[in-house]
C-alpha cells in the first residue's frame, strides 16, 4: 500500500515562494504518476502538476505553468513542488496524489493513493 506524506506548507507573502515535499513509501510498481492537486474554500479540488516517474515526463495546469516546478529525488522516494511568484489565488490545501500507470492524467478519480494535505496561505 503506497503511502504519501506531504509537508511544506505554511504563510507566504505574495510573490514569495514555497517548496512543498511528498514522500513515499511502499511502492508495489515501476510506474506511477505522481501529482499535486489544490483545493481552496468552497472550491474543487484541481490538479496542479503531474509528474510521470518511469519517463520523467511533467505537466502543468495553466494557472501555475511558469510559476510552478515539479520535481522528485528517487533515493529519497520524495516529490517536491517548488511554487514562486505566489498570489493569494494559490491559497489551499496541497495534496500529493499517485495512481500506478504511465499516462498523466488531471481528473482526482483516477488517483488511489492520497496525502493528508498541507496548507498553504498566501496573504500580506
Known amino acids: 500500500q503506497l503511502q504519501l506524506v506531504e509537508s511544506g506548507g505554511g504563510l507566504v507573502q505574495p510573490g514569495g515562494s514555497l517548496k512543498l515535499s511528498c514522500t513515499a513509501s511502499?511502492?508495489?510498481?515501476?510506474?506511477?504518476?505522481m501529482a499535486w492537486f489544490r483545493q481552496a474554500p468552497g472550491k474543487e479540488r484541481e490538479g496542479v502538476s503531474y509528474?510521470?516517474?518511469?519517463?520523467?515526463?511533467?505537466h502543468y495546469e495553466d494557472s501555475v505553468k511558469g510559476r510552478f516546478t515539479i520535481s522528485r529525488d528517487n533515493a529519497k522516494n520524495t516529490v517536491y513542488l517548488q511554487m514562486n511568484s505566489l498570489t493569494p489565488e494559490d491559497t489551499a490545501v496541497y495534496y500529493c496524489a499517485a495512481r500506478i500507470g504511465r499516462t498523466i492524467v488531471s481528473t482526482t478519480s483516477f488517483y488511489n493513493y492520497w496525502g493528508q494535505g498541507t496548507q498553504v496561505t498566501v496573504s500580506s
Open positions: 511502499g511502492f508495489t510498481s515501476e510506474y506511477y504518476v
Open positions: 509528474l510521470s516517474i518511469s519517463d520523467g515526463k511533467t
